[in-house]
């Protein structure tokens, strides 16, 4: 049997593949492909599913759930509406969701049960910080690149141009003098929700990030705090735009295992739009509600019009796109864009500490530019799951309820075979290429048709929908979204 290392290096040197390939990450003939079992797929919600004898199925470590957050968003109200009972002892819980401020301050100082689980691996920054995953993927590219030609490591090339400031301040000066006029984005390695970011085109703009109030440099006296550490990456300056608009896309990936590294998609990602024209002119590049799509930013936007959101279902993109470009070139690229996920996490497999109790829900943000060549922007730790109106709270309660669903805390599938499909996850990796029932041209199902059942509760805070649902036949409890998550089309496209 070949060695761990190198089994990967065997994966590894396929690459992984784009449409019209067997499989969607590398070529069966040079991969052990990874056993799949039942075809059986999990349609049941929580509360319907029974067992053999008719009663409840087993709970496993307790009767019930007992659950452990410090969060009042979709996530407790998926939690309560499995019939999960929230925990009074710090350490007397089945399942906690943590932040990552637990993680990093006391996990290491904690003893787990057997049963215990908890949502975040010990140093998921290795991924989820801008700098760390920078250094992680060019650590790969000059891995492959070395073993197995530069044609290999072009595949890893889904991160535009970066740099770690202060430490690579010399290196990104002269990438800048080579490209005079470039426009860069400055990110905080450390920070979400588009806060710190700015853009530049002039190296002179570089130097008010290092200085204090009073205008002095930080880190050139003794005693001095160094400058906070910071992400410059080349900025995509030909987004794909719609209707005029920048957009970025959501996408959710659930990492069960690093050894072996075990992946699951979900189908049903959204986009997020700026509520601005798009602008490359000089005077529009302070302006972050052009620039930034997150949220957080959208929603102080003058443009921005509470209730309706600016968000749409990755569903309806792939559709809009295929009108424009055809269905080839777009299975190609939302194939890709599962590629450079898959990529992203190997990337970071052999520094990730694995650990059974531990789980994943990582939110990736992929831009795609004029080409339709997807850019990973960066991953996220803690996706926000707090939503913004009905849908947004539907859409995510329903993700949060699948990821349950393949975690199985109840152990309804403990012992038996792996499952492709749980819910609007699908299994994509499972310590190689994960084979589908399409097998002479691999397409990625991220984005194809996942209906959303309505939330159990009726969140008041959002109202009725703006836009009313559209009824599926035979089952009152789901529809399907209008033609925008949040608002129609002809609203975020006009």
């Not at 760390?132 to 530069?150: A, F, W």
Request: glycine fraction near 6%; charged fraction near 25%; aromatic fraction near 10%.
């Amino acid at each position: 049997m070949m060695s761990r290392e190198k089994t990967t290096a065997a994966r590894l040197s396929t690459g992984l593949a784009t449409s019209g390939r067997s499989t969607p990450l590398a070529s069966q003939s040079n991969l052990n492909q990874a056993a799949i079992g039942s075809n059986t797929v999990l349609s049941q919600s929580p509360s319907t599913m029974m067992a053999s004898n008719g009663s409840p199925a087993n709970a496993g470590p307790s009767q019930t759930i007992r659950f452990r957050t410090g969060i009042r968003n979709t996530v407790y109200d998926a939690m309560r509406d499995r019939g999960w009972k929230e925990a009074d002892g710090d350490m007397d819980w089945d399942f906690f969701w943590a932040d990552v401020h637990w993680i990093h301050e006391t996990f290491d100082h904690v003893y787990l049960q057997e049963h215990q689980r908890i949502n975040h691996f010990r140093n998921h920054y290795e991924l989820t910080r801008k700098d760390l995953l920078v250094k992680n993927v060019k650590r790969m590219i000059k891995s492959i690149e070395k073993e197995y030609g530069k044609t290999e490591s072009q595949k890893f090339d889904f991160l535009s141009p970066s740099y770690v400031l202060p430490a690579e301040h010399a290196l990104f000066t002269e990438e800048f003098k080579r490209n005079p006029g470039s426009v860069w984005i400055m990110k905080p390695v450390g920070k979400a929700q588009g806060k710190g970011i700015f853009l530049i085109n002039k190296i002179s703009q570089i130097n008010g990030w290092r200085k204090d109030v009073k205008g002095n440099v930080k880190g050139d006296r003794d005693g001095d705090d160094a400058p906070e550490a910071y992400i410059v990456q080349r900025y995509i300056e030909n987004p794909l735009l719609i209707g005029g608009k920048k957009f970025d896309i959501r996408v959710y990936v659930l990492v069960t295992s690093y050894y072996p590294l075990t992946i699951y998609i979900h189908r049903n990602g959204f986009c997020r739009f700026s509520n601005t024209q798009f602008s490359m002119q000089a005077k529009d590049i302070s302006n972050m509600y052009i620039h930034a799509t997150n949220v957080a930013i959208q929603k102080h936007s003058p443009n921005y019009i509470s209730g309706r959101g600016c968000k749409w279902l990755l569903r309806n993109l792939k559709l809009f796109l295929t009108a424009r470009h055809g269905s080839k070139a777009v299975d190609d690229l939302f194939t890709e864009m599962e590629a450079s996920v898959v990529r992203s996490l190997m990337s970071v497999q052999k520094v990730m500490i694995n650990d059974k109790h531990c789980f994943e829900l990582y939110g990736y943000d992929i831009l795609i530019d004029q080409n339709l060549k997807p850019w990973l922007l960066e991953v996220n730790a803690s996706p926000s799951l707090t939503a913004e109106t009905q849908w947004d709270y539907d859409l995510k309660h329903a993700m949060v309820q699948d990821c349950f669903d393949v975690v199985d805390l109840e152990r309804r599938h403990s012992g038996k075979s792996i499952r492709p499909r749980v819910g609007g996850f699908d299994l994509v990796y499972n310590d190689g290429p994960v084979r589908h029932e399409r097998t002479s041209n691999y397409a990625s199902y991220l984005g194809c048709h996942q209906p959303i059942p309505r939330a159990p509760r009726q969140k008041k805070r959002f109202g009725k929908p703006s836009t009313p649902a559209v009824k599926l036949s035979g089952n009152p409890n789901t529809y399907s979204p209008p033609t925008a998550l949040s608002g129609s089309q002809d609203q975020l496209v006009s």
